[in-house]
């Protein structure tokens, strides 16, 4: 009978389905094991970048479900933000059906791949029952002192009428209107991480089963510093303005400073603002650009002098112009900077163009001259010679010098020693309609308040239109209007909705008991938490990871995570991504046009489309959908099945890197799977007559599931597979008895259940396996037939292979030196040339010297 996928798959999804095999249930007297994959954003289409994510989570899930756990392995989408609005404004309709449409579309991609996922838990962050209990979060995490609101200074497109998060600020432009944006001072709520900044650095060392590189970028992120606070006395300053604060981690070049700096939204520079329309119009320039670094990094360093000077701490005589300056962020540090532009590129650069002095404070070691053709910034530990040090001006390195400038400035009064964190708090603020909304009221006589718990949820209305830019809520008739919760009096709702890294940052905890009735429930989230296995994209590894991180520390005391689930996830992997050629045809204006894989037809010849086009072939880049070098799932599901979709994202590379799909490699993998049925039909038709080798084959069964226990246990899937292959070889050419080879046939279903679980239930059935696979325990190796009584040891001559030899295992070294040199082959190639060196490594090779 020929291997059919779309019988064989759906017939074996519906038993798991009707068995409940995957239902996560609480069972005490079972360990338990919770994987995760980072959530969907329902776009509409998996990719096959899906697969391999979710594949990964899948062979885990089955694994330790085989090896006796109680598995949580739960789905769900990450359904709110911006694309949901733009696709309302460009193509009518409402964000909620486009949602749930293309939920409904990708669920159903999914589901055929046969993936280990408890259903009943799945929920989408645009569920009302979800982003309820968030909102109840929002307000306990409000009264533990959690939540504030401010001012600050965001990114505001002025044609979407909405704060732009850096990453949607594209050269100074909105990444959807093309918009100059604007620096603009709104009233934000925040989240206040950074009282966690020391906490979240110093658990980094605890988290022995992360990616070093995401530890360290989590580091950067948090920026752990150690510098001097101080302040400028003014000269020439307005009332009220006598001193400007600065943080500086380079403290050692205080002597080289050739001017001050204030951002364009410092205090001094309003103030300036309202009194000179001069400043006004900097100013005003200044907000065009973007407020992250990479922006202000790229502008052109502009300032303007604003007539103010301050003395400098060592010397009163010693006056510095302030300027306002555009590089200057009022986020970082104190909103003011002193320039020292001998050892700051920045700084050399507006110094340069300003005409400002550029003392140097050091020199390379061993340097004669002391004039700086360009900012001179060394390794922090790469020796220089101090010209205008605090310690002397002996030899020294930076980070030597930066604590003597510290000690030297606190003995003198000037400063202190702070510890500060480049972390800042979060900003959860969006001007947008398709978001969880914030639940506080404004009241003119009680002010800001909660709404009270018994209101919520305060659900998104349905009836609103996108055909005005700018936030549907705040022009709703009648869904702002409300009752102050405290008084009674009529008020008006925050029509903000929360950044929807709100919505990801504690979904893990919800699936623990995802129609609780409170975020979550204690029991459940006592039992299934922390996610033991969390995999996901490296482009999540700074904001959703550390997002998540806090999150926890915050549930934990709010009341709704216990304490042992302060850091979320215990191990974490970040897989690689899936590659695939570029095609192209060149376009009428010359530039290309991108073609899909399935359109374009290789030969010899070169590639073209099927009705002769000449297609270009580009390099191999992730999958892009503006590129079109996507491969559809459901066309090699439809063509292969899953499996083999399945195994080979699973077997090509290690799963940390990047996999290359090519349609010669998936049908190779058909191939094999289809060798493993006509396999398994031969040895269920086989005669019950002995054989011979039933030893060797059960020792070479008890090795592989050793081998591949060990490959999934390290998450080295292309290592087991590469070994199930093997098996497959040495079980196709055994010549033992039906029972041993349907034992072994039964062992192979097994190990390649987790990769392959349809073709595994197949043939593990007509092996005589009892029951499911999916449900049969792991199989053991036995210690006993892992020891091996003979090895086969390859022997080199000159460095060459040229034959081997089977010898007991613990036949002693003189002894197989004897077999050697009496060997047919190793006789023949010496032709009587003496030997000059015998080496024998026990267990792995011969070397012979002539």
């Not at 991480?193 to 060392?205: M, V």
């Not at 002010?447 to 022009?475: H, M, S």
């Not at 493993?676 to 005669?687: F, G, K, T």
């Amino acid at each position: 009978m020929p291997y059919d996928p779309a019988v064989i798959e759906s017939r074996w999804q519906k038993a798991w389905a009707d068995a409940g095999v995957f239902t996560a249930k609480r069972d005490t007297t079972r360990p338990k094991y919770y994987v995760l994959e980072m959530f969907p954003y329902p776009s509409g289409r998996i990719h096959m970048g899906h697969v391999r994510n979710y594949t990964m989570g899948d062979v885990v899930a089955r694994y330790k479900g085989s090896c006796g756990f109680s598995v949580l392995h739960p789905m769900g989408w990450d359904a709110f933000g911006m694309p949901a609005e733009n696709a309302a404004m460009e193509r009518g309709g409402h964000p909620k059906d486009w949602t749930y449409s293309n939920i409904a579309d990708m669920r159903g991609q999914m589901q055929p791949l046969g993936l280990s996922i408890d259903w009943s838990r799945e929920f989408a962050t645009c569920d009302v029952e979800y982003y309820g209990q968030q909102q109840a979060m929002f307000i306990d995490m409000m009264e533990k002192g959690l939540v504030y609101r401010k001012n600050a200074v965001v990114n505001w497109d002025p044609v979407d009428m909405t704060v732009l998060a850096n990453e949607q600020v594209i050269d100074g432009k909105g990444w959807r209107s093309g918009a100059a944006v604007e620096r603009r001072e709104l009233t934000q709520w925040f989240f206040k991480i950074s009282d966690y900044s020391a906490e979240l650095l110093e658990a980094l060392d605890g988290l022995e089963n992360w990616p070093e590189k995401v530890r360290l970028m989590q580091a950067n992120w948090i920026g752990q510093s150690r510098g001097l606070q101080f302040a400028f006395s003014t000269v020439d300053a307005p009332e009220g303005f006598d001193r400007i604060e600065v943080y500086t981690t380079r403290p050692d070049t205080l002597l080289g400073a050739s001017f001050a700096a204030i951002s364009p939204d410092h205090p001094l520079a309003k103030h300036l603002e309202r009194h000179s329309p001069e400043v006004a119009a900097f100013v005003a320039e200044c907000r065009k650009i973007g407020t992250s670094e990479e922006a202000l990094e790229k502008a052109e360093k502009r300032g303007l002098d604003t007539g103010v000077r301050v003395r400098h701490p060592f010397d009163t005589a010693v006056e510095l112009p302030v300027y306002i300056a555009n590089f200057v962020l009022m986020e970082y540090g104190t909103g003011a900077i002193f320039g020292c532009p001998a050892h700051d590129p920045r700084d050399f650069e507006f110094a340069s163009k300003y005409g400002l002095p550029i003392p140097p404070v050091f020199v390379p070691e061993g340097a004669e001259e002391e004039v700086l053709t360009e900012a001179f910034v060394p390794m922090k530990s790469e020796p220089v010679r101090y010209i205008r040090g605090f310690a002397g001006e002996e030899v020294q390195t930076g980070a030597d010098a930066v604590d003597a400038a510290i000690a030297f400035c606190e003995e003198k009064g000037v400063g202190r020693g702070v510890t500060n964190y480049r972390l800042r708090d979060w900003g959860v603020s969006r001007q947008r309609y398709w978001g969880c909304p914030i639940p506080v009221i404004h009241c003119e006589k009680c002010g800001v308040v909660p709404e009270a718990k018994e209101n919520l949820p305060i659900e998104l209305p349905y009836d609103v239109t996108f055909d005005i830019p700018g936030n549907p809520l705040d022009r709703h008739p009648t869904w702002r209007d409300c009752s102050c919760p405290k008084c009674g009096a009529a008020a008006r709702r925050e029509t903000d909705t929360m950044d929807t890294f709100v919505d990801s940052s504690w979904y893990y905890a919800r699936f623990t008991s995802p129609h609780a009735a409170t975020p979550t429930d204690p029991a459940e989230a006592e039992y299934w938490m922390n996610v033991d296995q969390y995999i996901g994209g490296v482009e999540h590894a700074i904001l959703h990871l550390l997002y998540s991180r806090f999150f926890a520390r915050a549930m934990h005391k709010t009341g709704h995570l216990p304490a042992s689930a302060i850091e979320p996830f215990n191990a974490l992997f970040t897989q690689g991504m899936v590659t695939h050629e570029t095609y192209a045809t060149k376009g009428a204006d010359g530039r290309p046009v991108w073609q899909m894989p399935e359109d374009v037809e290789k030969t010899d010849k070169g590639a073209r489309l099927k009705d002769g086009t000449p297609v270009e072939v580009g390099p191999i880049i992730k999958m892009s959908k503006s590129k079109k070098n996507v491969v559809d799932p459901m066309n090699i599901i439809a063509t292969y099945g899953a499996d083999t979709a399945r195994w080979f994202v699973m077997s090509d590379s290690p799963p940390e890197r990047d996999v290359e799909w090519t349609a010669s490699g998936a049908e190779a993998t058909a191939k094999y799977l289809n060798r493993v049925w006509v396999l398994s039909e031969r040895i269920a038709q086989m005669p019950d007559a002995e054989g011979k080798g039933d030893d060797d084959l059960l020792r070479a069964m008890h090795r592989i599931a050793q081998d591949v226990t060990q490959a999934i246990e390290g998450f080295a899937f292309n290592k087991a597979i590469a070994k199930l292959y093997e098996f497959t070889n040495t079980l196709s050419k055994s010549q033992a008895g039906k029972p041993a080879m349907q034992e072994a046939m039964r062992t192979l279903a097994q190990l390649m259940s987790p990769m392959v679980p349809h073709l595994a239930e197949e043939v593990w059935a007509q092996q005589g396996g009892t029951g499911l696979v999916a449900k049969a325990p792991w199989p053991q190796p036995d210690p006993a037939m892992l020891v091996q009584d003979t090895v086969t040891l390859p022997i080199q001559i000159n460095g060459k292979r040229r034959g081997e030899i089977t010898i007991p295992a613990d036949m002693p070294t003189s002894e197989v030196e004897k077999r050697v040199l009496a060997d047919d082959a190793v006789v023949k190639f010496l032709a009587g040339k003496p030997v000059k060196k015998l080496i024998v490594v026990p267990g792995r090779i011969v070397n012979v010297v002539i």
